[in-house]
């Protein structure tokens, strides 16, 4: 990543062959016609120099040796957003029923990460277009995928059946302790204030805030 960076400045002076052996040569393919008559930098020029500058600095090389050409944050954030539909934020659990959640985030997105696009009745794929705030107006296409399956589910419950089959002594134990994962809001758990008290409040520090500016 870094040798590919760094070839930037060479490709703004219409250099497109490099001497580092990781990025001997740019990606794209022969210029010809308006793409090769572009007003490129000349080198030794001031721009070109204050340019490479910029690209080459330390603390921006630094930074650019830590990106991955292959792996991206995508899933992981996926994975994390699936969190918050298994252990919302508004509620608060215990540690065994926060841990239990985590657990069947993970099994429910494992379950249904490589799920396939979902096809019309003609058995085209579906797509959709969407317009992302970040791209400022441009369009990316979004492959629509099959519904998500809850198949896990079955599995831990015959699995739970067949570990307390022989021995419900057992489920009698662990089924009091289940109480304590009960998920409670959060606010709940603090002194409720009037509403007309919180505004009067609110209103007395902005005057003095006011005052002190």
Same mark, same amino acid.
């Not at 090769?36 to 090389?61: C, F, H, N, Q, Y």
């Not at 792996?71 to 065994?96: C, D, N, R, V």
């Not at 296409?141 to 589910?153: F, M």
């Given at each position: 990543? /870094? ?16 001497? *580092? ?30 340019? /490479? ?11 650019? +040796? ?18 918050? $539909?298994?252990?919302?934020? $508004? *509620?608060?659990?215990?540690? $065994?029923?926060?841990?239990? +959640? =985590?657990? =069947?985030?993970?099994? $429910? ?25 970040? +791209? ?16 896990? !589910? ?32 959060? !606010? ?9 008290? !919180? ?15």
């Amino acid at each position: 990543m /870094e040798a590919k960076w760094r070839s930037l400045v060479n490709h703004i002076q219409d250099i497109h062959d490099h001497d *580092t052996p990781a990025f001997s040569s740019c990606a794209h393919a022969p210029l010809e016609g308006d793409q090769r008559d572009k007003e490129w930098l000349e080198p030794g020029s001031m721009a070109a120099v204050k340019l /490479e500058g910029i690209i080459t600095r330390t603390s921006l090389l630094k930074d650019v +040796r830590q990106l991955s050409p292959q792996h991206q944050t995508y899933s992981l954030e996926a994975f994390h957003s699936l969190i918050l $539909h298994f252990a919302p934020k $508004h *509620t608060g659990f215990s540690y $065994h029923g926060m841990y239990s +959640r =985590l657990l =069947l985030a993970a099994l $429910h997105y494992n379950y249904n990460a490589n799920r396939e696009t979902a096809r019309r009745s003609d058995g085209l794929e579906r797509y959709s277009v969407r317009y992302p705030r970040f +791209r400022k107006g441009a369009w990316v296409v979004v492959p629509i995928k099959e519904k998500a399956s809850y198949g896990y !589910a079955t599995s831990l419950i015959e699995a739970l059946r067949e570990s307390y089959m022989d021995s419900p002594k057992a489920l009698q134990e662990v089924s009091p302790n289940l109480s304590a994962c009960a998920p409670a809001p959060i !606010a709940k758990s603090f002194q409720q204030i009037p509403k007309e008290e !919180a505004v009067s409040l609110y209103l007395a520090q902005q005057t003095r805030y006011k005052k002190l500016n």
